[in-house]
């Protein structure tokens, strides 16, 4: 990842460390809320380590994201376990 792409990861990062309620969102809402190029989005999220995505889906079909500290701080303990049984993030 070249030094822009790492400096809007890292703003992706902080806007999901400031939504402590709603910490999944769509790729969508990630590049709207960060003023970030969707595509840029798309490579960040898909590519880096920090971000996982939720086996549970938007209304519309969309795949939801967060970060792995953003769940770690806000997903119920039942949904940890409930994860760890499914080897998945939630």
């Given at each position: 990842m070249n030094a822009v792409m790492e400096q809007e990861k890292d703003i992706i990062v902080r806007a999901f460390d400031k939504s402590s309620d709603n910490y999944w969102k769509t790729l969508i809402e990630i590049a709207s809320e960060t003023a970030i190029k969707q595509e840029n989005v798309i490579r960040i999220v898909l590519s880096s380590g920090d971000f996982v995505q939720s086996s549970y889906r938007e209304k519309d079909g969309l795949p939801l994201f967060t970060?792995?500290?953003?769940?770690?701080?806000?997903?119920s303990f039942l949904d940890k376990i409930i994860g760890a049984f499914k080897n998945r993030i939630d």
């Open positions: 970060t792995r500290k953003a769940y770690k701080k806000n997903a």
